[in-house]
């Protein structure tokens, strides 16, 4: 009990230094001075999301590629006025500014996915950008090679304002490395005639039980797409029902023993033409080996259990 108290104790007293420390989700810090101004980013495909966080409910800015003070330094200034956000992509024309927007100059406005937020007297702004915009007013930011930066922030938040704290550096992007979550497994178990199914190993009531016709289960599709996460539609026109996941789409007409996967003709059972999708008490039933089989699953037939089987990815 006294541990607790005292561990009560130390969260009151450190809370207010945790407050100021943002969750700053896979980014990764680029630049710091102090805790007045922080630059983090991460870097998708060919764009770079940065985040800045300035000690200041007036502006927060960054200026990439100054050839000397301010002058030419591709700016963007961003701020925050009753929740709204506001951010601009500039261009420092002189040594101390002015610094009008790209688009005065003939440019673009390359910034994108604008946020941002006032909290415990920091102002934070997150943009993307591509790493080349193209437009002759932004810096081409490269991977793996020094930028030069500068920062600064401002008491008002109006853009034209003198900063009352500004600073210079260098930094380096780097690509951080992909972490991709292992798969998870899909087990799906249905048995002939019995409303249960099991995903994985929790019980799912169906409303309509597996059945066997000419040899083979057929199911309402939606209790094996679901747990996949493939989307089914149906086209009432053609009576067809389409089934897609990830980058494979299989295509299915009621009463026909052809298919089309990934728009290809495919039987759906060679061995036996009278294997069709069937419109059964108002339900659509498909086979459930061809549809399984074709977006990826193992499907296995226990036939003393009466259970199928469906593993995906196989
Ligand atoms: C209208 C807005 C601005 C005005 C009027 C302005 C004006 C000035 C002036 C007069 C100086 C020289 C005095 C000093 O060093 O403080 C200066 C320096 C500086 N400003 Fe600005 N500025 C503006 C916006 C910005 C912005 C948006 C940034 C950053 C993105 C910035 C970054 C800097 C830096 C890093 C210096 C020091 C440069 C050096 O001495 O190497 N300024 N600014």
Known sequence: MKRLIVLFLISIIFLPIFKISFSNDDYTLAFQSGDRFKLYYKIVN??????????TLGYVSIGFEPSQAMKDADMVIGYVVKGNVYAFDAYSTGLYGPHPEDTTLGGKTDIYDIKGEEKDGFTIIEFRRPLDTKDKYDAVLKI??????IWALANDDNFNARHYDRGSGVIVLKRQSVITPPVQKVVLKL???DRTMYVNDSQRVIDVSPVIIEGRTLLPIRWIAEPLGAEVGWDGNER???VNLSNTKVELWIGKNIAKLNGKDAPIDPNNPKVVPVIKDGRTLLPVRFVAESLGCSVEWDPKKQIVTITYPK
Do not use: A, L, N, W
């Open 191 to 193: 048995k002939i005639g």
């Open 46 to 55: 060919e764009d770079v999301y940065f985040r800045m966080e300035g000690k």
């Open 240 to 242: 067809k029902v389409t």
């Open 144 to 149: 793996d090679k020094e930028i030069k930066i």
